[in-house]
């Protein structure tokens, strides 16, 4: 089953359905998988690309649809996939006897040794009106591993990931069922660059910046941006535009809409502000938006498990977790559209931009710069450094140099136990790197050193998006543990 080639990256996603396909062949008793992931990481194409290829049966939920016009739903799907048109007459069968005839079904057009497949997309949607539908799939399920119900392969998928993670959690009906739970990310960032077509690195990091490595984005704007040039008219064309979809006021309530939890937005909308603010820990966000810090502890809950913000946490210091906006258009509606939304809705996207310029070189660009260059370090560094089993964690950290009585933040570090492989200055910045930049990094680690640290192989790295100085380029040049990045080979073009 060769992926399709419109499916930009998701290798290891296909290759994962691809084994959950096939397990135990096509005479197997039902087998069940789980596909989760917020709104448009690409979940419906990977499935029905799957469907299309095995002549699987896609049904697609409807939010806010009652059991009865669901249940009708899914048995004209079925009918149509049948060959029998797409009326049904009359009161629609049982969720029990449409899940059994949908198997039924899908085995008799299934590919030579392959399996039926029978995929449900968005199905908290039609469990919000039929609760019972996860203890019926579990008797289908133990009544196929007894020979007494349909083999195939089911896929229950959804974008409410709180309702998604918790199907198979404690004692839940499908616990201990589920021979598959794929959880889809966004794209990575040089996936990013080849689903818009953007070959600038600058123009890719921009991008990236606003709208991360979701694919869904991709079809619902105009053009890609080609160089910086044309950057600052597709931003006012796409995400400040509050008639388009993309609006990112508008896409912003979508995605706090998935959540069923989610009920006072304007409470989760203070919090994303606050966070997108500089606002990293509970007491702080409290103080922010002006509630007692144990008053938002269960909202930032709510908030990192369904992936809007994530728990970060120093590298070298043991202590509290901070949080950060980990969603880029969340991060660029609140700090961009957000305080802007009045002149906005007047059509005045154009002086908004300019006036959000510095907020987003500063607090957008530069942070999302630092979160690139721990994803190479974590990512690709190990292929291009030749260190294959990789450098340990990746994250950010700080040091206290208590004989020079100062600490050192550090952007980018890499640690395993005592161990600290590299250390790295990640600077979005209009000049370039210099000497004093690598100075500094040998400076750390000899504090590193001193306070119990092993850095025998340790590499100093330097992330520049403007390039380096030619004293910086020579050291670099006579040092083995030196390492310098530009956006080109971030980017891997060089």
């Not at 449409?98 to 039926?116: N, S």
């Not at 910086?228 to 008219?233: A, Y």
């Amino acid at each position: 089953m060769k992926k399709p080639s419109h499916i930009i990256g998701r290798d290891r996603q296909w290759r994962a359905l691809e084994q959950f396909l096939q397990a135990g062949g096509s005479d197997a008793p039902l087998r069940l998988g789980l596909v989760s992931g917020r709104r448009r990481t690409g979940k419906t194409q990977l499935l029905t690309a799957a469907c299309e290829a095995l002549g699987g049966l896609y049904v697609a939920c409807v939010q806010d649809e009652g059991d009865l016009a669901a249940r009708r739903r899914f048995a004209s799907a079925l009918s149509r996939h049948a060959g029998l048109g797409e009326t049904v007459r009359g009161e629609p069968e049982s969720w029990e006897r449409l899940l059994r005839a949908a198997l039924d079904t899908v085995a008799r057009v299934a590919p030579p040794g392959f399996p039926g497949l029978v995929v449900i997309d968005e199905f908290p949607y039609v469990m919000k009106e039929a609760p019972q539908l996860p203890s019926l799939i579990q008797h289908l399920y133990d009544d196929s591993q007894r020979g007494q119900a349909p083999g195939g392969r089911l896929i229950l998928c959804g974008s409410a990931l709180s309702v998604m993670h918790e199907l198979l959690s404690g004692t839940k009906p499908l616990r201990g069922r589920a021979m598959m739970d794929m959880r889809l990310n966004a794209l990575d960032y040089r996936e990013a660059a080849r689903l818009w077509s953007v070959d600038n690195p600058e123009t890719a990091l921009r991008l990236h910046a606003c709208v991360g490595g979701i694919p869904g984005y991709r079809p619902l704007m105009t053009s890609a941006p080609t160089s910086n040039d044309d950057f600052d008219s597709w931003i006012i064309d796409n995400l400040l535009a509050v008639d388009v979809s993309v609006f990112t006021r508008t896409e912003v309530d979508y995605l706090l809409r998935e959540d069923p939890r989610i009920t006072a937005r304007s409470l989760y909308y203070d919090i994303l502000s606050a966070v997108a603010r500089g606002a990293h820990t509970p007491s702080k966000i409290g103080a922010a938006i002006g509630r007692d810090s144990n008053a938002v502890r269960y909202p930032i809950g709510v908030l990192e498990s369904a992936g809007y913000i994530a728990k970060v946490h120093d590298l070298l210091r043991s202590g509290r977790p901070t949080f950060s906006v980990c969603d880029p258009i969340i991060r660029f509606d609140r700090l961009i559209t957000a305080p802007y939304l009045g002149q906005l809705e007047l059509g005045r996207a154009e002086q908004v931009w300019r006036a959000a310029a510095p907020t987003f070189r500063s607090n957008i660009l530069g942070p999302h710069f630092e979160e690139l260059a721990r994803d190479w370090v974590h990512r690709f560094a190990p292929d291009e450094l030749g260190r294959p089993i990789g450098f340990g964690t990746v994250g950010f950290g700080s040091v206290q140099d208590h004989a020079g009585r100062a600490k050192h933040d550090i952007d980018v570090i890499a640690t395993e136990n005592n161990r600290v492989h590299l250390i790295g200055e990640a600077k979005a910045t209009l000049a370039r790197r210099g000497l004093p930049d690598l100075e500094r990094l040998d400076g750390i680690r000899d504090v590193l050193t001193r306070t119990g640290h092993d850095t025998t192989d340790i590499i100093m790295a330097i992330f520049s998006t403007t390039g380096f100085t030619q004293d910086l380029i020579g050291a670099a040049a006579a040092r083995a543990d030196v390492v310098l990045v530009d956006l080109p080979r971030l980017y891997g073009l060089t």
